[in-house]
T-cell receptor
Framework: GAVVSQHPSRVICKSGTSVKIECRSLDFQATTMFWYRQFPKQSLMLMATSNEGSKATYEQGVEKDKFLINHASLTLSTLTVTSAHPEDSSFYIC???????????????FGPGTRLLVL | QKEVEQNSGPLSVPEGAIASLNCTYSDRGSQSFFWYRQYSGKSPELIMSIYSNGDKEDGRFTAQLNKASQYVSLLIRDSQPSDSATYLCAVRGTSYGKLTFGQGTILTVHP
């Protein structure tokens, strides 16, 4: 399968600080990446769709000013959690969409995730 | 009704048995279906994708799709303890690119 990396894998920060998470597709170009959040014992929750060269599309209830997404190149998307608070502590996972000749046979590959703890 | 629903589990099977995981979806226009495996504390890993009605086999895994019944399943033959994980069913509907995930089924394979 395709390789998607995330950095950092784990971060601990103080309340009120901002944290940037990077997501990279290592062996393919991804015009679209997705950011998910997962709380313990719950399923993945899509936060936003990141499109290269344009604004991200946020899911209902996700604050775009708090979760800043930038997709500046075909292999890199970043998520910045601004003014983080303890309730933002979660497992943040990105995925990158790998396209094929057939549009509905696209596949999403996930990064290893970033565990954020806000004290 | 949830958009993607999986059998609630947890599911426990003995080593060597067949594990059967089920998923139903509500968007009749859905075209792409995926099974991901997620180990505790890790991110999801793609196991199978299926796009057409019928069966698709890959090693010990078989995905089955029935669009008329809006049903997709995953069979794991010769289950191993290393198969113990949460299995996520994901469906791509008419919203371009977005996947909708089920709540996951926890599978435990005991020796």
């Amino acid at each position: 399968g395709a390789v998607v990396s995330q950095h950092p894998s784990r971060v601990i920060c103080k309340s009120g600080t901002s944290v940037k998470i990077e997501c990279r597709s290592l062996d393919f170009q991804a015009t679209t990446m997705f950011w998910y959040r997962q709380f313990p014992k719950q399923s993945l929750m899509l936060m936003a769709t990141s499109n290269e060269g344009s604004k991200a599309t946020y899911e209902q209830g996700v604050e775009k000013d708090k979760f800043l997404i930038n997709h500046a190149s075909l292999t890199l998307s970043t998520l910045t959690v601004t003014s983080a608070h303890p309730e933002d502590s979660s497992f943040y996972i990105c995925s990158a969409r790998r396209t094929s000749g057939n549009s509905f046979q696209e596949t999403q590959y996930f990064g290893p995730g970033t565990r954020l703890l806000v004290l | 009704q949830k958009e993607v629903e999986q059998n609630s589990g947890p599911l426990s099977v003995p080593e060597g048995a067949i594990a059967s995981l089920n998923c139903t979806y509500s968007d009749r226009g859905s075209q792409s279906f995926f099974w991901y495996r997620q180990y505790s504390g890790k991110s999801p890993e793609l196991i199978m994708s299926i796009y057409s009605n019928g069966d698709k086999e890959d090693g010990r895994f078989t995905a089955q799709l029935n669009k008329a019944s809006q049903y997709v399943s995953l069979l794991i033959r010769d289950s191993q303890p290393s198969d113990s994980a949460t299995y996520l069913c994901a469906v791509r509907g008419t919203s371009y690119g977005k996947l909708t995930f089920g709540q996951g089924t926890i599978l435990t394979v005991h020796p």
